[in-house]
């Protein structure tokens, strides 16, 4: 006999009746003994049901068979009838259904043993009631072809249903069998063996799994990823179709973003209306489908994504809304079109052969393309795209934040394939093991494929136009500056070959106070421009035009000229109820002929592409900083000054011909940017645009490409740069001399009276390399422009160069950025 405990284990235990008891018996008493003693083997077997040979061969009698029921079988029933053999063959399943019968087989009261059910061609219900109009009572699924290439826990398919199903069949009664104990019992009846069995329901363990809490848990954690990533996708899509002009598949943001929409309506079906398939909602076809094609989609989203990161490498970041690089373009269309041709191919394959040795082979293929070819492929894709993206950056001298942040992004897609292929393969096998085992490994693929989403989604940026965020994408984005306060995209030039080209550290060693470091907020700078109606066109030049005095009445007998807005309206709050002014964090290097409204609206896009906060951000603007008075002697504390605050923001108005880059005041405060061999720590570095320039800037790279950006920034000449005040621009000049000079840090006069005798310069000084920007501003009081003679051709070149490395690293941050 074969005893079934109640966990749904077999314990083989074998009655052998010839120790002279039944061995010398005639044939009649001994078959009496035989039926008694299953008899006695029923009534004391466990309480768990199942299908119990109870007639036949002898090595068979008692043979227990766990045999949980469909969910259109009636729950409770007992049948005790013989067994009769069915095969696939026996009907035709051309029309989709097993209307017609092929065979001569008699099932009347009998219990179907129905081996290798074509359930791809006819769901299970299908099939019970085709049995049934031929007679028979009972309907047992034995599926050989499951049993050779896994292990599977029987009952896994009994919650399966198709588009057509009635969902309720009161006979035959219907019950799965599927496991290796089976094959003997085939095998007998395949030998023409007549047996006779009982048959009722075996509780499927599986089914406990769906009540319980952590069951509930991964359905509301993968639910609510679903939603922060859909939120997301809808939003920046918004954005986007703003920001272009309407809808454009020709753009790789807005194809991705449609296509990770389409992914999370697919697996809201899978994972939210039926969770993980566990309440046989959504018909098993269609469930399948789903699972399948959101897995190739997603394969599709992974390699957009690292195509145009690798071709935005290809371009030192300066990145386009569209594949540039027809290298790239051709890459990316076959291995979509053959990702969607094998998945086609595959699936429908798979539902029109049935052959058994046929199906081993579609789920060998889909192991293959979904677990393993696809996220290899991919994993192979971004290690190329990774080291591809490492290079371009080192060789555009890229901030190094901006390296680390797309190396992480690279790093993050390779983990993510390869846990993708790891847990795709073991859920492939886990979809015909435990029903706890299978939600597990569901719940973290999902979590998986989730994330790349994420990460897809979250990559791009739209320019010009302010991005809504959700209520779960705020909440996501505090929890995250609360958890990584810090991180962010931009940071200071690296050294590398910017150190080589810059001679000393400049303007070092001089003492500012902290009135001269105070600093504005966007919304300061709002309220200012509608409390003085400045127009989109008035200049920023014109806020030195007002005069302002403390409020303080000690104060109010000096000249207004002595003081700058910030220590006049010190204690000033803005329109959003924060202090206006505080000590400052970015220095803004900036063009006072150009729009005063054109460059807030830049600082907000730099706010807002460097995720930081309006309230807390303080921006150094020397017509709100510095004093009238006092601009001349400026120019010897710039580089403490910048220094002090360690963040440079230059606003490029108009990109394309940046007037900032022909004033010599903002070129000498772009060059104490640049890290020395002396002061490596570098000065943070950025570029910004204003919305409308954002967009002409990325249209110019879509039509001319990546050199003519380059050459644009590039077309200075400092000898050419202008100042406001003619004295200022002679000042400078001579900065540059003394510093980028042939002898480095000398000042060379021609004067009708030698520096060497003037009175006015302490002897200790004369000559000193550490002291020539100290003593420049006191050797130009008595100099005449006409008096200087630079060192102005080594000088300048060298000036210029320093100039130009430093735009051409904070470019390619800046383009990584928008």
Not at 355 to 373: A, C, P
Not at 514 to 543: I, K, N, Q, Y
Request: net charge positive; aromatic share 10%; glycine share 6%.
């Amino acid at each position: 006999a074969r005893l079934i405990s109640r966990g749904g284990i077999c314990f083989h235990v074998r009655l052998y009746p010839p120790l002279n008891i039944v061995s010398g018996m005639t044939r009649p008493w001994a078959a009496a003994c035989r039926l008694a003693l299953v008899t006695l083997q029923l009534a004391l077997r466990p309480s768990t049901a199942a299908l119990v040979v109870v007639a036949g061969p002898r090595e068979l009698l008692g043979l227990s068979l766990t045999s949980p029921p469909f969910a259109f079988t009636p729950e409770t029933f007992r049948v005790r009838a013989p067994l009769a053999l069915v095969n696939s063959a026996d009907f035709d399943y051309a029309p989709g259904r097993p209307d017609t019968y092929r065979g001569n087989q008699n099932f009347s009261g009998k219990i179907a043993l129905h081996v290798n059910v074509p359930w791809g061609s006819a769901s299970a219900e299908q099939n019970a009631r085709a049995l049934g109009a031929l007679g028979a009572v009972g309907w047992a699924m034995a599926n050989e072809g499951d049993v050779g290439l896994f292990t599977p826990v029987t009952g896994y398919n009994t919650h399966r249903w198709i588009r057509g199903d009635t969902r309720s069949l009161a006979t035959p009664v219907a019950v799965d069998i599927t496991s290796r104990e089976m094959l003997p019992l085939i095998a007998a009846l395949r030998a023409g063996k007549e047996l006779v069995a009982e048959l009722s329901p075996s509780p499927f363990p599986g089914r406990a799994a769906y009540g319980s809490w952590w069951y509930w848990l991964l359905s509301a954690v993968v639910t609510l990823q679903l939603c922060i990533v859909l939120e997301l996708a809808l939003t920046k899509l918004h954005a986007f179709i703003r920001s272009d002009g309407g809808l454009h598949l020709s753009s790789i943001p807005q194809l991705l973003l449609l296509v990770e929409i389409w992914l999370c309506a697919l697996r809201f079906v899978f994972c939210t209306i039926d969770p993980f398939f566990a309440h046989a909602i959504v018909p098993w076809r269609e469930n399948v489908i789903v699972l399948s094609q959101s897995t190739v989609l997603s394969t599709i989203t992974s390699s957009l994504f690292l195509v145009f990161f690798a071709d935005a490498a290809s371009s030192s970041g300066m990145a386009s809304v569209t594949i540039a690089d027809p290298r790239y373009k051709r890459g990316l269309l076959w291995f979509n079109v053959v990702a969607v041709l094998w998945y086609a191919i595959v699936e429908i394959l798979s539902w029109t052969i049935r052959v058994k040795s046929m199906n081993r082979i579609f789920i060998i293929l889909k192991i293959g393309y979904i677990g393993l070819l696809f996220p290899a492929v991919i994993t192979a894709m971004a290690t190329v795209t990774a080291r591809r993206v490492r290079k371009a950056l080192r060789a555009a001298i890229a901030p190094s934040k901006i390296v680390d942040r797309i190396n992480f992004y690279m790093v993050r897609a390779i983990v993510l394939e390869l846990a993708f292929m790891v847990i795709g393969v073991v859920y492939l096998w886990s979809c015909v093991g435990s029903r706890a085992f299978e939600i597990i490994w569901l719940a973290l693929m999902y979590t998986v494929l989730v994330t790349k989403s994420f990460q897809h989604v979250a990559a791009f940026k739209p320019l010009g136009v302010k991005e809504w965020h959700g209520p779960l994408n705020t909440v996501r984005f505090l929890a995250a500056r609360a958890l990584f306060k810090g991180c962010g995209y931009s940071s200071s030039t690296r050294v590398g070959k910017i150190a080589q080209v810059t001679p000393t550290a400049i303007s070092k060693g001089d003492v500012v106070t902290d009135d001269l470091l105070l600093g504005v907020t966007v919304c300061f700078l709002h309220d200012f421009c509608e409390a003085h109606a400045f127009t989109r066109e008035a200049p920023t030049s014109r806020v030195s035009t007002f005069s302002f005095a403390p409020e303080d009445p000690t104060s109010q007998c000096l000249d207004a000229a002595q003081f700058s807005v910030c220590v006049a309206q010190r204690d000033a709050t803005s329109s959003d109820g924060r202090p206006a002014i505080s000590k400052a964090t970015h220095f803004v290097s900036h063009a006072q002929s150009c729009s005063l409204r054109k460059l807030v609206d830049a600082l907000e896009g730099f706010l807002f592409t460097n995720s930081l906060s309006k309230h807390d951000t303080y921006f150094w603007i020397d017509v709100f900083c510095l004093p009238r008075t006092k601009v001349q002697a400026y120019v010897a504390h710039i580089g403490v000054i910048e220094r002090r605050i360690g963040s440079v923001v230059m606003v490029l108005d108009p990109w394309n011909a940046p007037v900032c880059l022909t004033r010599v005041w903002c070129l000498y405060e772009v060059v104490h940017t640049v890290p020395s061999t002396r002061d490596a720590a570098g000065i943070t570095f950025h570029l910004t645009l204003s919305s409308s320039e954002r967009v002409s800037f990325v249209a110019a790279y879509e039509k001319f490409g990546k050199q003519h950006i380059e050459d644009v920034l590039a077309a200075f000449d400092a000898r050419n740069a202008m100042a406001t005040v003619e004295a200022d621009k002679h000042m400078i000049f001579a900065l540059i001399a003394s510093t980028f000079g042939a002898n480095e840090g000398h000042m060379f006069f021609r004067s009708r009276r030698s520096s060497s005798r003037n009175p006015s310069i302490p002897s200790s000084k004369r000559g000193s390399s550490a002291s020539a920007h100290s003593d420049c501003s006191g050797a130009l009081a008595l100099a005449t422009p006409g008096d200087i003679v630079l060192d102005s051709k080594e000088a300048f070149v060298r000036f210029n160069k320093t100039v130009r490395v430093a735009l051409m690293g904070a470019l390619t941050g800046h383009s990584w950025q928008i």
